[in-house]
DNA sequence: CTAGTGATTGTTGAA
DNA sequence: TTCAACAATCACTAG
């Protein structure tokens, strides 16, 4: 599935895909916590879910991140949060693939980790009613193996 | 004091 | 297939 490259598929969307992108949907945010009632934090709630993973970053935060450091080292005195992130979208944007390319993959990899809690994740739910648990599965080992896969190519100099 | 807000784009989960 | 919201950051502001 997916679109892959564009190209033939980009037919159906076009314009059916458009209300999305325009103006930032209306805020996303805005969570509005509402309760609060005790001072943990931010923790963005506590009565959804138990450990839901948070989402993988992607390539553009990935990119973001170390955008952050680089802009704010020639812009010290900027103090707003937009400013970042509007100059890392132009940025972004101006990238090419390859460029693009080492911040996709670690977000490659940030997602297989991603999945992973999710599958922990499902097991917590374990809410529904009944779900005797039965014979219980353990398989998949929720312990995240930090394997770190340091895999350079791509351009060799 | 607490936590939401802004701004970017990508990604993922649900319908 | 399509939509919609959420992912990080950081100083400021409002109640």
Redesign the pocket.
């Known amino acids: ?3 892959s490259k564009g190209k033939g ?1 980009a037919k ?2 076009k314009e ?6 325009d103006r ?11 309760d ?1 009632s ?7 709630d506590a009565k959804k879910d138990p450990n ?1 993973p ?8 990935v990119f ?2 170390e955008f ?1 450091k680089d802009f ?1 080292k020639e812009h010290p005195d900027v ?4 400013a ?3 100059a ?3 940025r ?2 101006s990238m090419s693939d390859a460029e ?1 390319a080492p911040y ?1 993959a670690k ?2 990899k940030r ?1 297989s980790d ?2 992973k809690l ?1 599958k922990a994740y499902n097991k917590k739910q374990e809410s529904t009613a009944d779900d005797e648990n039965e014979g219980n599965d353990e398989e998949d080992e929720a312990s995240a193996e930090e394997e770190e896969e340091e895999e350079d190519d791509e351009d060799e100099d």
């Open positions: 599935m997916k679109s598929a159906y969307s059916s895909l458009k209300p999305v992108d930032k949907v209306g805020k996303r945010k805005a969570a509005t916590k509402a609060k005790s001072s943990q934090k931010k923790q963005r839901k948070k989402r993988p970053p992607s390539a553009f935060f973001l991140e952050r704010k103090k707003a949060v937009s970042v992130g509007k890392g979208g132009q972004w944007k693009k996709e977000a490659a997602k991603y999945e999710m």
